[in-house]
């Protein structure tokens, strides 16, 4: 059926029934311009595809108007301003899929919506059904026909679904971090609104500039509330290659929305001695280039659930994304408890000179014989649940020169009777010694793995280039040596290899700090990979490894939580962007029940108070960055961050801390986290299956039964 695109304005008159949910719990209409309503049959609550009474906007203006009545905008770039100065567009379906322009068919449990660009060429079609008591929505890669005149950059999906207006009271959550809430109308000029990549930024295309107090999105989880009623949306299929922005209701802006980005391609700007405009002449420095990996996948697609009652707020979220986690993975509950999280660093390589000519040389920080010391010192102060990913232990020691594939003990540490002594020691206490590899930075060639022939290649064509950054001026640095990243079609050859050199030290625990949350593209010509398909490609290795090991990763995103036993270095807070009203827990409620974790580094945190009374809050185990060594050893090296981590310096805290939340774990007998709440300001509720609650705030905390 072809409609024509005209009326924002959905009514009873106009809209038709399209079907139920499979529970009856839902129903989805669909009027003649294509918008449609999801209405939840049990609070009478609808969701509509673009918000009802325009006519009461009285803020927007120019293109804002339209993007607001849009079910897409896009990004686009003519092919004809590809290496040119001319930079990308943006266009919304209102505007662009006009006269008759827009074709919908109905599908099994939904139906099918052709979106024509005409004046660009590019057509985009989407289907919206549900599944099972679910709503998806799912962009169909496969069949997008970009014609012959324009590329696609990016698209979003759904912009203002399910927006609340000026007149409402509400929040968005938003999964920066450990996750954070956007309440509606508090944008106060010139906050930005927010706009994030899932999992990151794609390392293989560098940021000139990066604030080291940015957190990461780990979760492609995002969530409106309003009105005793909740819409979340999980990115299932594409994540990898996703964005998640939001809006809220400023004297710029009259809609609280949130929704998800495909980013179909990477426009870049790169630095070049000349460029050319449409007349051919030259000027500046830059031209934009364009990406041409293929996507990767068949589908981008969101799931949205609809809460009501005590599910609609970030809890219910948190619970239903969990139980989304598990059916998927098939997922098995563990018991909580009490644990010390160590993170011991083994042996770490100084760059030294000699009559001019530069050299490496290990100083030893952790020995094998000083790591069993400590795990003996902890248990005689009766600390025996204990957890360590024990860095830098063989390789070059903390940062690789080389990929570390051959697994071998480390003579400056002790060699390898002094190396399955410890094994020996951990195994005798049934303590989790996690054996850590970055199996993806290197910064040379070695091992069977070439800095040129097996490293991802930027956008550019050439190897991938990953700098540090100035914690001053967030500026590259540089000064210091850059590495390269594995290509990911090489992952699945070096794990092997690993793996069955490690397979003779008789490991039951290995560590990949890395390989949880580095997620980037390889845009080698012809045989390239976009991070769609890179989610896939880490989460069969990990599977495969958890199949044998009990397996550790660091700051994990949620592809790699379920094939973790452990996780380090949790978010314990978001961004801290002025659109955000606080910090929650999401991260942690979801994790919780299936895999332990732990705070970050708690030494070097501003505040040791406050991060053992975040720990309580949200059931983390406490995480201490450890060396055997004099902790002045770390200056000006690779871990120059990690101050005071000198064992003897934090062992008595670590003592006092363990056994307060010791004490609060004998209360909770393995109960796992159920909600979690915001009482006042910094006043923070968490309430666990047994029906202990823990109320925290910024100077104490109390147990209690509920």
Avoid at 450 to 460: F, G, I, L, N, V
Wanted: one cysteine or more; proline letters at 2%; hydrophobic letters at 35%.
């Amino acid at each position: 059926v072809l409609i024509k695109a005209q009326d924002s304005q959905m009514t009873e008159s106009n809209k038709k029934m399209v079907c139920n949910s499979a529970d009856n719990s839902a129903s989805l209409y669909i009027d003649e311009n294509g918008h449609f309503e999801l209405k939840n049959n049990i609070t009478n609550k609808s969701w509509y595809s673009i918000p009802q009474n325009p006519e009461n906007d009285n803020i927007s203006a120019g293109i804002t108007v339209n993007d607001t009545r849009s079910e897409l905008l896009i990004e686009y770039i003519l092919r004809e301003d590809v290496n040119t100065q001319y930079s990308s567009q943006k266009s919304n379906s209102e505007s662009m899929c006009n006269n008759d322009a827009i074709k919908v068919t109905e599908i099994k449990n939904g139906f099918r919506v052709l979106y024509d660009f005409e004046e660009i060429g590019i057509k985009i079609p989407v289907e919206y059904k549900f599944v099972n008591s679910c709503f998806e929505a799912s962009v169909v890669i496969d069949e997008i026909d970009e014609g012959k005149k324009s590329y696609l950059i990016s698209l979003d999906l759904l912009p203002y679904f399910g927006a609340g207006n000026h007149e409402e009271n509400g929040y968005l959550f938003i999964p920066d971090g450990s996750g954070a809430v956007a309440e509606f109308n508090k944008n106060i000029k010139p906050v930005k609104n927010y706009e994030k990549r899932v999992y990151g930024d794609d390392l293989a295309h560098s940021d000139d500039a990066k604030s080291s107090k940015e957190y990461d999105i780990k979760l492609p989880v995002f969530g409106i509330v309003t009105d005793n009623n909740g819409l979340m949306g999980v990115i299932t299929e594409g994540d990898g290659a996703a964005s998640i922005s939001a809006k809220t209701g400023s004297d710029d802006i009259y809609y609280n929305s949130i929704s998800s980005k495909l980013i179909y391609r990477i426009c870049t700007k790169d630095d070049a001695l000349y460029k050319k405009d449409r007349q051919g002449s030259l000027d500046g420095n830059y031209i934009y280039t364009l990406t041409t990996t293929e996507f990767g996948l068949k589908r981008y697609t969101v799931l949205y659930y609809l809460l009501s009652g005590e599910d609609a707020n970030y809890s219910g979220m948190a619970c239903k994304y969990k139980e989304y986690l598990a059916d998927k993975y098939g997922l098995k509950k563990i018991k909580s408890s009490a644990k010390i999280g160590i993170r011991a660093y083994g042996a770490i390589e100084e760059k030294k000179n000699l009559f001019g000519i530069s050299y490496y040389k290990k100083k030893a920080l952790t020995t094998y014989n000083q790591m069993g010391e400590i795990l003996d010192d902890l248990d005689r102060n009766g600390i025996s649940n204990v957890a360590v990913q024990y860095v830098g232990w063989t390789g070059n020691g903390v940062t690789n020169r080389t990929l570390p594939l051959s697994a071998n003990a480390l003579s400056i540490l002790g060699g390898s009777k002094e190396l399955k002594a410890l094994i020996n020691n951990a195994n005798d206490k049934d303590i989790n010694l996690y054996f850590d590899n970055d199996i993806l930075y290197y910064k040379k060639s070695g091992n069977g793995v070439s800095a040129r022939r097996d490293a991802a290649k930027a956008p550019s064509g050439d190897t991938a280039k990953i700098y540090d950054y100035s914690m001053v001026t967030f500026l590259q640095n540089t000064k210091v040596e850059p590495s390269y990243l594995l290509s990911l079609r090489e992952l699945e050859k070096c794990v092997n290899k690993y793996v069955r050199k490690i397979s003779k030290i008789d490991l039951e625990c290995i560590s990949f700090s890395t390989l949880g949350n580095t997620l980037y593209s390889d845009f080698k010509a012809k045989s390239g990979i976009y991070r769609a398909k890179s989610v896939l490609i880490l989460q069969n290795q990990l599977k495969e490894l958890s199949q044998k090991y009990k397996v550790a990763l660091s700051n994990s995103n949620a592809y790699a939580i379920p094939f973790a036993d452990q996780i380090f270095d949790a978010p314990m807070a978001s961004s801290g962007y002025d659109i955000f009203a606080y910090d929650v827990p999401f991260y942690q409620m979801v994790v919780n029940g299936y895999s332990s974790y732990t705070t970050s580094a708690i030494i070097q945190s501003v505040d040791y108070d406050a991060m053992i009374l975040k720990a309580i809050e949200t059931g983390s185990d406490l995480l201490f960055d450890c060396v055997y060594t004099d902790s002045a050893d770390l200056t000006d090296t690779a871990l120059s961050g990690s101050y005071s981590s000198q064992y003897e310096s934090w062992k008595e805290k670590a003592i006092k801390s363990y056994k307060e939340i010791e004490d609060i774990n004998i209360k909770l007998n393995g109960s796992n986290i159920k909600g979690h709440s915001r009482i006042a300001s910094d006043v923070y509720c968490t309430v666990y299956e047994n029906g202990i609650k823990i109320t925290a705030t910024a100077l104490n905390y109390k147990s209690f039964s509920a």
